[in-house]
T-cell receptor
Framework: SQTIHQWPATLVQPVGSPLSLECTVEGTSNPNLYWYRQAAGRGLQLLFY??????ISSEVPQNLSASRPQDRQFILSSKKLLLSDSGFYLC?????????FGPGTRLTVT | QKEVEQDPGPLSVPEGAIVSLNCTYSNSAFQYFMWYRQYSRKGPELLMYTYSSGNKEDGRFTAQVDKSSKYISLFIRDSQPSDSATYLC???????????FGKGTKLTVNP
């Protein structure tokens, strides 16, 4: 069966610090991968998606970037965090239009 | 007009009630419709997946899609306190796996 992992689960970072969130998927190959941010009252916002290694599409101009160094690994990064980057970050993968989410990382920028 | 509209609630019902959750959408190209359940501080969990119009039943859950009205529903029968969560609708066009989400409806089932 397929499993999706995210870490860390919780993160508190000061403004201006760098960020690296990691997502890995087990039990499938060449998945389409997604990064979302969920902020209170704003729903799920698609940030990036990837259809393969090194292939990243950005949905919204952000203070964030994404990379996919391996088939089942997706990384979300920032060089300098802003207060507005706080939120719940979710990684997801799809199988025939069904999308499955990881447990999420709760980021608080102080 | 937003692509997907969902009443945020909150919705509070007694245990055993039938719950109806709904979303409307504006893009007639949507063909795949999903409902997710999200417990507090957890990732969304795929509950129901429907292609095109019609009904789909899974235990106490029934998903309905009315493409002519651009309206989808999720019914929960014999609701339980464990059903207390936020329910998100989501949909996508044929040929694209990118989902458009509603903002979610927060449901509380009181024992």
């Amino acid at each position: 069966s397929q499993t999706i992992h995210q870490w860390p689960a919780t993160l508190v970072q000061p403004v201006g610090s760098p960020l690296s969130l990691e997502c890995t998927v087990e039990g499938t190959s060449n998945p389409n991968l997604y990064w979302y941010r969920q902020a209170a009252g704003r729903g799920l916002q698609l940030l990036f998606y990837s259809v393969g290694i090194g292939q990243i599409s950005s949905e919204v101009p952000q203070n964030l970037s994404a990379s996919r160094p391996q088939d089942r690994q997706f990384i979300l990064s920032s060089k300098k965090l802003l207060l507005s980057d706080s939120g719940f970050y979710l990684c997801a993968w799809t199988r025939s239009y069904e999308q499955y989410f990881g447990p999420g990382t709760r980021l608080t920028v102080t | 007009q937003k692509e997907v509209e969902q009443d945020p609630g909150p919705l509070s019902v007694p245990e055993g009630a039938i719950v109806s959750l709904n979303c409307t959408y504006s893009n007639s190209a949507f063909q795949y419709f999903m409902w997710y359940r999200q417990y507090s501080r957890k990732g969304p969990e795929l509950l129901m997946y429907t292609y095109s119009s019609g009904n789909k039943e899974d235990g106490r859950f029934t998903a309905q899609v009315d493409k002519s009205s651009k309206y989808i529903s999720l019914f929960i029968r014999d609701s339980q306190p464990s059903d207390s969560a936020t329910y998100l609708c989501a949909m996508s066009q044929g040929g694209s796996e990118k989902l458009v989400f509603g903002k979610g409806t927060k449901l509380t089932v009181n024992p």
